[in-house]
């Protein structure tokens, strides 16, 4: 069966168990080598790179539907999901399939509701579905290399802007870094989701004074350097400090 | 018209021109005698109180529909609308409508945007719609004296929430406050939000290290204890931190 005809069929079942112009639109970053990633995959129809969203069933909660929609679409099933934004722009998915008719259940409009979440790349296989060619980690300094579909390019700016807000209220970096870290690895993170360099007497004062983390009685071994010291996030002041945010008042 | 044969007559004419499942919900909070109050309306179908939402036209960008319900339902034209988020639980409006049969517009499954905005209550008189026997500002500790219907105290709670972490990181107040005001007031303004008190040596501080307040040459006159300083906002200044946020690091 051609991706063409795939869809097709796709879509007469769609109509039956999908709420109409609703859709939801995970966008997971990673962190690896000091950069940030994406997961996006490709499409076997027209092969170009999405986000990997889907609908919402006629009889599930939304907060449910985007979880079975990530797992469904890329085996992810432990990440924590928050809605960051709408996108409800006339026009913005309709296009993709201009090759159908009107009767498509793809082809109507839809607004769809951006999550956002935090993975460490290195905790699950991802698995793609029959839909797509591939289910890829891009790091956002390569999302240019790729040709992304829709209003997708515009999905990930706006969750980057919600992470580089919400790294001045909530901790970060539970869910992205290993277990064992080192301060420069930790001030790297923040660093790429700032978008610039800190000062690291600065950041290490500050990070510290937040209360999130324990020095281990280990070093990081084989650089070129002094063997800097490995840290491991305090779970409990952790969970304290997202929940009660880093409050400036 | 009975109001029920109201929303029976405005159900043949919703299907026509909105977008099915999806509604918007603005929460417009303002600040008034030292309290904060949001915008209800109260319905004259079952006398309960609602936000001043709506739906979607088929042919308007989702940012559009919410300025519009806004001016229909309550007459503000000028209030600056942020998405904060979605509610979309299975049952969490349908209830309301279960005089009336499934075939009902208002009666199907809705997903709701929530919008939040701060607006100056003197700035505007409000103008109810047909729908409605009031709308009116009601003070946040005043909310367990009146029926909510639906999830519509979760929705407010909600926005609080979101309000409560945006002044970590925005200016707070622009919309909110007269044109001159007192530090006292800007503080009280800081701990009605926060839902604390706050130091005023630390708060004044902080507050003028932020660089948005400018002292004007005038005190407030008439108090019982020396006439405090007035102040007002450095438009230039104040834009400048929305725009890039207070950022801690």
Same mark, same amino acid.
């Given at each position: 069966?051609? =991706?063409?005809?795939?869809?097709?069929?796709?879509?007469?079942?769609? *109509?039956?168990?999908?709420?109409?112009?609703?859709?939801?639109?995970?966008?997971?970053?990673?962190?690896?080598?000091?950069?940030? *990633?994406?997961?996006?995959?490709?499409?076997?129809?027209?092969?170009?790179?999405?986000?990997?969203?889907?609908?919402?069933?006629?009889?599930?909660?939304?907060?449910?539907?985007?979880?079975?929609?990530?797992?469904?679409?890329?085996?992810?099933?432990?990440?924590?999901?928050?809605?960051?934004?709408?996108?409800?722009?006339?026009?913005? =998915?309709?296009?993709?399939?201009?090759?159908? #008719?009107?009767?498509?259940?793809?082809?109507?409009?839809?607004?769809?509701?951006?999550?956002?979440?935090?993975?460490?790349? =290195?905790?699950?296989?991802?698995?793609? #579905?029959?839909?797509?060619?591939?289910?890829?980690?891009?790091?956002?300094?390569?999302?240019?290399?790729?040709?992304?579909?829709?209003?997708?390019?515009?999905?990930?700016?706006?969750?980057?802007?919600?992470?580089?807000?919400?790294?001045?209220?909530?901790?970060?970096?539970?869910?992205?870094?290993?277990? *064992?870290?080192?301060?420069?690895?930790?001030?790297?993170?923040?660093?790429?989701?700032?978008?610039?360099?800190?000062?690291?007497?600065?950041?290490?004062?500050?990070?510290?004074?937040?209360?999130?983390?324990? *020095?281990? #009685?280990?070093?990081?071994?084989?650089?070129?350097?002094? =063997?800097?010291?490995?840290?491991?996030?305090?779970?409990?002041?952790?969970?304290?400090?997202?929940?009660?945010?880093?409050?400036?008042?």
């Amino acid at each position: 069966m051609d =991706s063409k005809q795939q869809i097709l069929t796709k879509s007469n079942e769609a *109509k039956e168990i999908f709420l109409p112009n609703l859709s939801a639109d995970p966008v997971i970053f990673g962190f690896e080598n000091n950069g940030l *990633k994406v997961l996006m995959l490709q499409m076997n129809y027209r092969q170009k790179w999405l986000l990997p969203g889907g609908y919402v069933r006629k009889d599930e909660n939304l907060d449910d539907a985007v979880v079975r929609i990530l797992k469904d679409r890329a085996g992810i099933t432990d990440a924590y999901l928050e809605e960051f934004g709408v996108f409800g722009k006339l026009k913005r =998915s309709e296009f993709y399939f201009e090759d159908f #008719d009107e009767t498509l259940f793809h082809k109507q409009r839809f607004i769809s509701i951006g999550y956002l979440a935090l993975y460490n790349p =290195s905790n699950t296989t991802l698995v793609k #579905d029959e839909l797509s060619d591939a289910c890829e980690w891009i790091y956002l300094d390569k999302l240019d290399e790729i040709d992304i579909a829709m209003d997708h390019r515009e999905i990930i700016e706006k969750a980057l802007l919600t992470l580089r807000e919400k790294i001045s209220i909530k901790p970060i970096g539970y869910n992205l870094l290993p277990e *064992k870290f080192t301060l420069s690895e930790l001030q790297k993170l923040y660093e790429v989701i700032l978008g610039k360099e800190l000062n690291r007497g600065n950041f290490y004062r500050k990070i510290k004074n937040l209360g999130i983390l324990k *020095k281990l #009685d280990e070093q990081r071994r084989g650089g070129a350097h002094k =063997s800097p010291d490995l840290y491991t996030f305090d779970e409990e002041n952790y969970a304290k400090a997202l929940e009660n945010g880093l409050n400036n008042w």
